[in-house]
């Protein structure tokens, strides 16, 4: 009995680790993203191109990369090709677009450069986090040896010499004592809360999803934007390719990589078939900024709409990365500070024993 189940731990370990050295990681997908693209713009015909992609590609991910080559040629579309692929999800965005208006070249090279931007997003977050975390680790290792080594002396000294063990000093070492104690049990709550939130938010639907995550006061502002930056992409590219309106939000629907805006463009859809206008249908909606009734207004009157979403999602593209940045920075000093009020709460933890002792002499 015990022998299947190690038997079957290791073929779901295997299985697990077949999985993921398939998976393109990112640097791969948007260097690959970035030639498909290249080529596709010099004239090179899709299948042609990938084949000619393949040659390039690591042996490990060549199988991954066949299978969806035939399942492309036998009728499937490149957002299927996409998927079968793995690629991150705001590129499968970029790729259905592209069968709307296109151009496949332009799509790829989004894709590729979103990437490069989120590999050096996290190249920089590693970076920024990666001293806070070694001081953080130290800081554990040190109170482990006051825990298991020098407290015990303490309390060894305040039983010989007889001093008053309902003192400050001594109900501080206390404190620094079932320190660990308190910091695991604060993360397990901490845990508890965070997956029964995520299992409860997880069976709504997912307007009523965003309507809860932008209630967290350190979430919404990024979410809000967020969804902004999407819808007005996501419209901008179909106006630009000669939708209108209702036409683009019909569309819109059938995107599955982002659920959210796929729900709220059926919403609208409805709103604007019943005569409402784009504009009434975001007055009441706290999901998308203010701003942008009035871009959406500002370009109806100047028949610039598509024009104006685009420049305005670069903004918001812009705004994002900023605060992303801005959030790292902030992150960084405040886990500085926790570990220097826990270093000299450790060194106050010998000092005032000390003092309590001299006293009694």
Known sequence: MVTSIINLLIEACFMVNKIRSQKLPLYEQARLLKILGELLQKGYPLIQ??????IQLPNKYKDLFEDAKQKLITGNSFVEFGTNL???????????YSEVHGDLSFALKEGSFMLHKKIQ?????????????????????????????????FEMLFTTFQSNQHSFAFAYLQLIKRMPSIILLFLFICSIIIISSFHFIKKLTPIEQMNKLIQIPLLKSFLITMNTYEFSMQLSILLHAGFPIIEALKTMQNNDSRTFIKEKSKIMFNLIRNGNSLQQTLENDSTFNRDLIFIIDHGMNNSTLSEELHDYA????????????????????????????????????????????????
């Open 49 to 54: 191109a990938i084949e000619f992609l393949t």
């Open 86 to 96: 793995n690629l991150h999800a705001d590129v499968i965005v970029y790729l259905y």
């Open 121 to 153: 997003h996290r190249a920089y977050f590693r970076k920024v986090i990666a001293y806070p975390i070694c001081l953080i680790i130290f800081l554990v290792l040190i109170l482990i040896v006051f825990r298991n080594f020098i407290i015990p002396q």
């Open 314 to 361: 670069e903004f918001l593209k812009r705004s994002l990365e900023e605060y992303f940045l801005r959030s790292i920075k902030l992150i960084q000093p405040i886990i500085l500070i926790v570990i220097s009020t826990s270093i000299l709460s450790l060194y106050i933890a010998i000092l005032f024993p000390m003092f309590q002792l001299m006293n009694n002499f």
